[in-house]
């Protein structure tokens, strides 16, 4: 299945992937200051492992930065 992360092409491993899965295969799952969002909604991080992705969904992962 075709979905696209930060305007990037992925095609994800599992038939019917969450968000969990894939923020898992892009080795994005166990980092601490991340959000994400998919089609511009906030997905808390409590709901990634039960958020259903479907094809062509877009996924936006931003990181916090320190900064002055």
Do not use: C, F
């Amino acid at each position: 299945m075709l979905l696209y992360v930060n305007n990037k092409p992925h095609e994800a491993r599992l038939p019917t992937p969450t968000l969990a899965d894939t923020l898992l295969e892009l080795q994005l799952a166990e980092q601490r200051g991340i959000a994400v969002a998919v089609n511009d909604a906030v997905v808390p991080r409590t709901e990634w492992p039960s958020h259903q992705l479907h094809a062509q969904d877009r996924i936006t992962v931003i990181r916090a930065t320190q900064g002055g």
